[in-house]
């Protein structure tokens, strides 16, 4: 077996070459309508009526003024049942033919006039067989007889005989599922290797063993393959072993922090330092949470999902959204509402995406926001404007990243953590959806989500 990827498609080639030529050079030797040679039974009776005949012309006397009836007549009276028999004379007249055969005849007389080896043709209906040699006194005579071809060959057939280009085309026609079968063949580790990719890139990272068969290219490929998964996975669990130990460890001393600070503000009472103290300590353990929720939904293999209605998914995100808005003094307007759409998923990871993106609207906005939700049979755009002081260009893309901040000091006086359009991403492509930013025709900023339905049986 050959296990090297190019030496299999070298020989494949050839093969398929070989075949090609093969078929084009033998099948038109398979055509009904090539000369052969005579059965012994048929050269038997030949020469039985060239006998015959002989001796109707021998008891027949010649008459120089209608020598041709004789002739006539003798091949009308020894001709076969169904058949007839047809004489060319040395001078090359053909006797007993009709008008539309003498083609047909003249093109048989060329290529069998040797009465030593007679042969037969078929030309359609027709079988043309001889010659056999008739002698009367002086002159010579060449006998042929025409019979019924039985089962003659199609006109389709014939044709490709007679168009070696069109039998070259068929030939390629017909091999064309032979080579689709070998191509799909060859490609099939590349599929498999394909779709263990796309695997990997949607954060499932285990080992594939079928990928380590086939020729040896794709077979080290896909070793490699492997063991770069067992790399990955072994470094995913280190970083959530380390983020899991950092929170840990953070935890510990933020909470004395906390509790120091609430014992001197017993002692003392508020105090503007104990207030800013307070505001990062929150600050540290929003942040920390933040971290461990986008690590844990970055390396997660597969979320628990159920089907779900839109319009139950986030009617509780949407009213706090809204009444959140009012305390702020703001106005946050529903455009079009989520309607009874379907789509399967997780209803807390799609619960915070949608939470994210609108308290960043509300962290950001002077006055509006506005929130518009459509469909189509493909998926659910979700949309989110405000009225804020937006984001440049070079920014919109950058924004999703986690920990970028496009302005240190709005942000820190925002609260945000720069995690949360890092989660909303995550979690969006999580349920094989995107999200962008745009300009908003409020001003400020807009935020697009799409998620793909759940499609219908």
Known sequence: MINRLTARIFAIFWLTLALVLMLVLMVPKLDSRQMTQLLDSEQRQGVMLQQHVEAELAADPANDLMWWHRLFRAIDKWAPPGQRLILVTSEGRVIGAQRNEMQIIRNFIGQSDNADHPQKKKYG????VGPFAIRDGEDNYQLYQIRPAGSAQSDFISLLFDRPLLLLIV??????PLLLWLAWSLAKPARKLKHAADEVARGNLRQHPELEA????????GVSFNQMVSALERMVTAQQRLLSDIS?????????LQLATALMRRRHGEGHELARIETEAQRLDSMINDLLVLSRNQHKNELSREVLKTNDLWSDVLSDAQFEAEQMGKSLELTSPPGNWTLMGNPSALDSALENIVRNALRYSHQRISVGFSADQQGIT??????GPGVSEDDREKIFRPFYRTDEARDRESGGTGLGLAIVETAVMQHRGWVKAEDSPLGGLRLIIWLPLLPQR
């Open 214 to 221: 086939g020729p040896q290219e794709f077979l080290a490929t």
């Open 125 to 128: 209906r027709a079988e043309l």
């Open 382 to 387: 979700i949309t989110v404007d405000d009225d």
């Open 248 to 256: 840990h460890e953070l935890r510990t001393p933020l909470t004395r």
């Open 171 to 176: 030939t390629m026609l017909i091999s064309i």
